[in-house]
């Protein structure tokens, strides 16, 4: 199985600063047409997860663009801009190369 | 809009057995492959398993294979987890979600908790 670890597993940010959470996968989750498997989740507080980034680096619809997602290979990073306060939750990494699809363990996003 | 609602989620006794249902709405279910992931609470997020849109093809976690069955029925918008032999760690929230030709998970349901103790 495709191990997913996350750093830092809780981020501290102040509403109006940028915040970046690393992914990192145990294999390469780039295939031979240049397609990246890697996605970017968000579960807010009481709700169920939300799709942010796919493909490593395309947002998905009406996902604000002070979301970015870039890297490739092994290591992914996801970048907020400028962090709102709607933004709290937790971010989960995940790859869909092969099946079992695996998760990294989420990276909690509080707002100071 | 696009809505997923889960249900059949309850309290079951080890080795007991409940069959979640998923009911689709806003979109034509056959287009899509359709997973279940599950949540322990405050825990993070694993799949449990895939169908593809036709049913022909099927793939579970290895924690729960040879136990969870999942179908689906495109002409109720239903998708199913038939799951058997259930131990206490399945429990968790179970939520049903749709995925794009690019795999990524685009609408989710609200979950369905299962709770599985003597």
């Known amino acids: 199985d495709i191990v997913m670890t996350q750093s830092p597993l809780s981020l501290p940010v102040t509403p109006g600063e940028p915040a970046s959470i690393s992914c990192r996968s145990s294999?390469?989750?780039?295939?031979?047409?240049?397609?990246?498997?890697l996605y970017w989740y968000l579960q807010k507080p009481g709700q169920s997860p939300q799709l942010l980034i796919y493909?490593?680096?395309s947002r998905a619809s009406g996902v604000p663009d002070r979301f970015s997602g870039s890297g490739s290979g092994t290591d992914f990073t996801l970048k907020i801009s400028r962090v709102e306060a709607e933004d709290l939750g937790v971010y989960y990494c995940?790859?869909?190369?092969?099946?079992?699809?695996?998760f990294g363990p989420g990276t909690k996003l509080e707002i100071k | 809009e696009v809505q997923l609602v889960e249900s059949g989620g309850g309290s079951v006794q080890p080795g007991g057995s409940l069959r979640l249902s998923c009911v689709a709405s806003?979109?034509?279910?056959?287009?899509?492959?359709m997973h279940w992931v599950r949540q322990v609470p405050g825990k993070g997020l694993v799949w449990v398993s895939h169908?593809?849109?036709?049913?022909?093809?099927?793939a579970y976690a290895d924690s729960v294979k040879g136990r969870f069955t999942i179908s689906r029925d495109n002409a109720k918008n239903t998708l199913y987890l038939q799951m058997d032999s259930l131990r206490a760690e399945d429990t968790a929230v179970y939520y049903c979600?749709?995925?794009?030709?690019?795999?990524?998970?685009?609408?989710w349901g609200q979950g369905t908790p299962v709770t599985v103790s003597s």
């Open positions: 979600t749709r995925a794009q030709a690019s795999i990524e998970f685009d609408d």
């Open positions: 806003g979109f034509t279910l056959s287009d899509f492959w």
């Open positions: 169908i593809k849109p036709d049913g022909t093809i099927t």
């Open positions: 294999q390469s989750l780039l295939r031979t047409d240049g397609s990246k498997y």
């Open positions: 493909m490593g680096s």
């Open positions: 995940m790859q869909g190369l092969q099946t079992p699809y695996t």
